[in-house]
């Protein structure tokens, strides 16, 4: 079964809008992580959260991790274009931190 | 080139063929990983790696072998090719590291089994 699960499915927005995507785990984890995948590409890492961070910010890109609810948040602020691709989520899970575990993605589509 | 690479990019082949699919990574990186990624599925971890002949079952290992017998590679055969099979496998590395979990991907390889 999946640990991740990412919600929404899809997301289409317009250029310049922010785009939030939801990511909710079953177990406890030891970090989750977030992956940008471009059509026909491989995964591209973006961030890692521990489970002891609630919030972290890179360029555009802010998580939160509230492992109470167990579930993660990932905010592209003012979207280009170019944000379009299947952003997943991945957990590594207490103990066994060299696995990840995936979810299933949310496709987001940014139009001019 | 440095990197993280995939051999062949896509394959085609057919039900009972045995077919090797190569992964190879210039870093050194002791962490190599195998997932196969499906339509409503995400990706699926098949078999890892912490280092040279040293590999363990994922999720998804049925069907599969993997071997280490070097660092940088890490191939993985399907030993009799079933059609459920036909999928696109993804090969990552990571190094050990407490301070990064990050896992580096290659392009894929696109997999028909008809």
């Known amino acids: 079964s999946q640990q991740g699960e990412e919600d929404p499915q899809a997301l289409s927005i317009q250029e310049g809008e922010n785009a939030t995507m939801n990511c909710s785990y079953k177990t406890s984890i030891n970090n989750l992580q977030w992956y940008r995948q471009n059509s026909g590409r491989g995964l591209v890492h973006l961030i890692l959260?521990?489970?002891?961070?609630r919030e972290k910010h890179s360029g555009r890109l802010r998580v939160t991790l509230d492992t109470s609810k167990k579930s993660s948040s990932l905010l592209i602020t003012a979207s280009r274009a170019a944000d379009t691709a299947s952003y997943f989520c991945a957990t590594g899970l207490t103990g066994t931190a060299s696995k990840l575990t995936f979810g299933t993605g949310t496709r987001l589509q940014v139009t001019l | 080139d440095a990197g993280i690479t995939q051999s062949p990019r896509y394959k085609i082949t057919e039900t009972g063929r045995q077919v090797t699919l190569m992964c190879h990574q210039t870093?050194?990186?002791?962490?190599m990983f195998w997932y196969r990624q499906d339509l409503g599925h995400g990706l699926r971890l098949i078999y890892y790696s912490a280092a040279a002949d040293i590999t363990d079952k994922g999720e998804v290992p049925d069907g599969y072998v993997v071997s280490r017998s070097k660092t940088e590679n890490f191939p993985l055969t399907l030993e009799s090719a079933t059609r459920s099979q036909t999928s696109v496998y993804f090969c990552?590395?990571?190094?050990?590291?407490?301070?990064?979990?990050?896992?580096?991907f290659g392009p894929g390889t696109r997999l028909t089994v008809t």
């Open positions: 990552a590395s990571r190094p050990v590291s407490r301070e990064s979990y990050e896992q580096y």
């Open positions: 959260i521990r489970s002891n961070e």
């Open positions: 870093w050194s990186h002791s962490y």
